[in-house]
């Protein structure tokens, strides 16, 4: 369905090539600081504009319909919505007969019997994380934590990699200062021109880390933190991926390499609950469904793109024969390098659930 959340509940609307798009949250905490300038950071976090983003720019501008007074929330229903209005929706014609692979084209016809709407990829259009930012600006002031979120990875070399090989590169060339604090696509510009030149895509890593988690949060078994978090993250399209604290790896560890001892922190009185901490993180913050206190620490894998310009052979279904698509229009070379604040948005969302009053 198109709704998360039980106190605090998320439903979003709209389509990628509809008049607009939107969200509305029930379960706010009235008396809350907002207003449009409070949703600009993390919406240009999102923005595309960047090389290996697509050319599609929006304006992005939220519009508050619902729920806030005085500049203060009241408690009521929070609406906001985006207006699309850089849309190009004959690009999309050609996937009625012939569905994108690796896209949603197919599934969602056969799932709303063709009434779909098909132009930009519709309700299943990454355009639709849009609200989810929005959405989560609101949690993000209703929770304590502090969720941090970074690409860490993409077409399969890492941040530190990507990193060493610039600074390598500027040095040698002795005529640019290196740039201390480059973005995601300066970061991996070489990844991301040499895929764009071959009219292909990648994927990348998302690391997310969520600080001043108080412990106790989460419910055993279907509700467990891992769970909820999962649940909202492979929401966002794309994902193929999660895996918290040790991960996978923990496959391949002994028990006393994985396991979190526990450890004293701090002086003066003892207080078990409050004192005593996991001394490392294998576990990613959670036990048993459960926050620890540690940091809530989890990984997501986003993959390559499905839109691509690079020829494909599949089927058309209006002829019934195979034949060689090259999709048109504008495309991100890397869905990844605008998803942490999305990842950050989705996990604020689930901590504002769980401990909302």
Same mark, same amino acid.
């Given at each position: 369905?198109?709704?998360?959340?039980?106190?605090?509940?998320?439903?979003?609307?709209?389509?990628?090539?509809?008049?607009?798009?939107?969200?509305?949250?029930?379960?706010?905490?009235?008396?809350?600081p907002l207003s449009k300038?409070?949703?600009?950071?993390?919406?240009?976090?999102?923005?595309?504009?960047?090389?290996?983003?697509?050319?599609?720019?929006?304006?992005?501008?939220?519009?508050?319909?619902?729920?806030?007074?005085?500049?203060?929330?009241?408690?009521?229903?929070?609406?906001?919505?985006?207006?699309?209005?850089?849309?190009?929706?004959?690009?999309?014609?050609?996937?009625?007969?012939?569905?994108?692979?690796?896209?949603?084209?197919?599934?969602?016809s056969i799932k709303w019997?063709?009434?779909?709407?098909?132009?930009?990829?519709?309700?299943?259009?990454?355009?639709?994380?849009?609200?989810?930012?929005?959405?989560?600006?609101?949690?993000?002031?209703?929770?304590?934590?502090?969720?941090?979120?970074?690409?860490?990875?993409?077409?399969?070399?890492?941040?530190?990699?990507?990193?060493?090989?610039?600074?390598?590169?500027?040095?040698?060339?002795?005529?640019?200062?290196?740039?201390?604090?480059?973005?995601?696509?300066?970061?991996?510009?070489?990844?991301?021109?040499?895929?764009?030149?071959?009219?292909?895509?990648?994927?990348?890593?998302?690391?997310?880390?969520?600080?001043?988690?108080?412990?106790?949060?989460?419910?055993?078994?279907?509700?467990?933190?891992?769970?909820?978090?999962?649940?909202?993250?492979?929401?966002?399209?794309?994902?193929?991926?999660?895996?918290?604290?040790?991960?996978?790896?923990?496959?391949?560890?002994?028990?006393?390499?994985?396991?979190?001892?526990?450890?004293?922190?701090?002086?003066?009185?003892? &207080?078990?609950?409050?004192?005593?901490?996991?001394?490392? &993180?294998?576990?990613?913050?959670?036990?048993?469904?459960?926050?620890?206190?540690?940091?809530?620490?989890?990984?997501?894998?986003?993959?390559?793109?499905?839109?691509?310009?690079?020829?494909?052979?599949?089927?058309?279904?209006?002829?019934?024969?195979?034949?060689?698509?090259?999709?048109?229009?504008?495309?991100?070379?890397?869905?990844?390098?605008?998803?942490?604040?999305?990842?950050?948005?989705?996990?604020?969302?689930?901590?504002?659930?769980?401990?909302?009053?």
């Amino acid at each position: 369905m198109d709704s998360f959340g039980r106190k605090f509940r998320v439903s979003i609307f709209g389509e990628s090539h509809g008049d607009s798009i939107g969200v509305v949250l029930d379960g706010v905490q009235p008396g809350i600081p907002l207003s449009k300038e409070d949703f600009m950071a993390d919406i240009l976090r999102r923005k595309s504009g960047p090389k290996g983003t697509t050319p599609r720019i929006e304006t992005d501008e939220p519009e508050i319909l619902s729920g806030v007074y005085n500049s203060l929330t009241t408690g009521a229903p929070l609406c906001i919505i985006f207006h699309n209005r850089n849309t190009r929706s004959s690009d999309y014609r050609l996937f009625n007969d012939v569905p994108r692979p690796g896209h949603a084209d197919y599934t969602a016809s056969i799932k709303w019997l063709d009434f779909n709407d098909p132009r930009g990829g519709g309700h299943f259009s990454g355009r639709l994380t849009l609200p989810i930012v929005a959405a989560g600006v609101v949690a993000k002031k209703m929770i304590a934590c502090q969720v941090r979120a970074e690409l860490i990875e993409v077409g399969g070399v890492t941040k530190e990699d990507a990193l060493k090989n610039k600074k390598e590169e500027t040095l040698a060339e002795g005529d640019v200062a290196y740039k201390e604090q480059p973005t995601a696509s300066e970061i991996w510009s070489d990844v991301l021109e040499k895929t764009y030149k071959e009219r292909d895509s990648v994927g990348g890593i998302v690391r997310c880390v969520v600080d001043n988690v108080p412990a106790g949060l989460g419910e055993p078994f279907f509700d467990s933190v891992e769970s909820l978090i999962s649940h909202a993250v492979f929401s966002i399209p794309g994902v193929r991926g999660i895996e918290f604290g040790d991960g996978f790896n923990a496959a391949r560890m002994k028990g006393s390499e994985h396991n979190d001892p526990f450890d004293r922190i701090g002086d003066g009185a003892l &207080n078990f609950h409050n004192s005593v901490t996991p001394s490392k &993180n294998g576990a990613g913050g959670v036990n048993g469904g459960i926050t620890n206190g540690n940091p809530i620490e989890f990984r997501v894998a986003f993959k390559p793109t499905s839109s691509i310009g690079r020829a494909q052979r599949t089927f058309n279904f209006a002829t019934g024969e195979m034949t060689t698509l090259e999709i048109p229009g504008r495309h991100d070379v890397c869905i990844a390098l605008r998803t942490p604040v999305i990842v950050e948005a989705m996990t604020a969302i689930v901590l504002a659930d769980l401990t909302n009053l």
